[in-house]
């Protein structure tokens, strides 16, 4: 019983760090409840962020 609640809460820790990326909260939980939270992580570290601005992207509000 402890080692699934530790593993729900690593799996939780990924989904908030991973909030702001391309597979937002639940991607990343669900990804790293299905692999493992260390997978998770590194899912995290490859992903990109949703945010991210390129020099070509037109520019929008004027």
Same mark, same amino acid.
């Given at each position: 019983?402890p080692v @699934? &609640?530790?593993f729900?809460a690593?799996?939780?820790? &990924?989904? @908030?760090?991973?909030?702001k990326t391309?597979f #937002? @909260?639940?991607? /990343?939980f @669900?990804?790293?409840?299905l692999l493992s939270?260390? &997978? #998770?992580?590194?899912l995290?570290?490859?992903?990109?962020? &949703? /945010?991210?601005?390129?020099p070509?992207?037109?520019q929008?509000g004027?």
């Open positions: 019983m @699934f &609640v530790i729900f690593g799996s939780l820790l &990924v989904g @908030f760090l991973g909030r391309r #937002g @909260f639940w991607g /990343n @669900f990804a790293s409840m939270p260390l &997978v #998770g992580l590194l995290i570290l490859a992903a990109e962020p &949703v /945010n991210a601005k390129t070509d992207s037109p929008t004027e």
